[in-house]
């Protein structure tokens, strides 16, 4: 029997030909240095990860700034009524409107043009006599060139249930929008008619206009454009 030296007392039997070879203990510096190699490792994944993740976001986010600035096409801007949106209409304007501008020959007929530019026909589609009259009196203290006031033809008569109903063709759009401002609850209808003339029809709900800042107020929300989402999303 041999007691190998270090082994503290502990006896071995040696059989065969060869001696048991004693390995040293592993060391804790190897178990640390291992340790921090997988970290190390794994940070280095993450990291390419990310990387990876904000390239294919930067290119989504490239692509739909791309198509809101493709589709929007020319930008939209709020009809203006003479010059400045949402003012309040002055009493008794008088400036006509000369060629080339909102309302007159040759302007474009979806810009809110100056009241004075406007003419507007006054009928009276109820029961009250006088309306008509009074009506275009009013109408006519905040600029707009009266036409035509008597009572509604025989298609409307008694036969407009709300305040009023506005009528345009395509050459008085913006006269029209213009016109239904100035009445609460008024409803805007297109015909063929080729001037610029605005028919406004009074209906059984009619009290009076509205007054002046109202008026504005309400034409400054009619001629608010309204956004248009796109196909991936709010631009």
Sequence with gaps: MLTPQGLKG???????????????????SRKVIAALAGLLALALIALGGVQL???????????SAQACATSSGK????????????APAA??????????????????????????AVTVNVYNATTKAGLAGRTADELKKRGFTIGKVGNAPAELDKKVPGTAQVIAGPAGAGGGTLVGSQIA??????????????DFVIGDSYNALLDETQAAAALALATKPSPTPSATGSC
């Design 91 to 116: 009493s008794g304007a008088t400036a006509a409107a000369a060629p080339g501008t909102p309302g007159a020959p040759g302007g474009d007929p979806h810009v809110i043009p100056q009241a004075s």
């Design 53 to 63: 993740y904000d390239i294919f976001i930067g290119k989504t986010k490239n692509a």
């Design 10 to 28: 502990k006896q071995y039997r040696i059989t065969g030909n060869a001696y048991p070879r004693l390995g040293r203990p592993p060391k804790k």
């Design 75 to 86: 930008p939209l801007a709020a009809p203006t009524p003479g010059a400045t949106p949402g």
């Design 185 to 198: 609850g008024a409803t805007v209808t297109a015909d063929a008619r080729t001037d610029a003339s605005v």
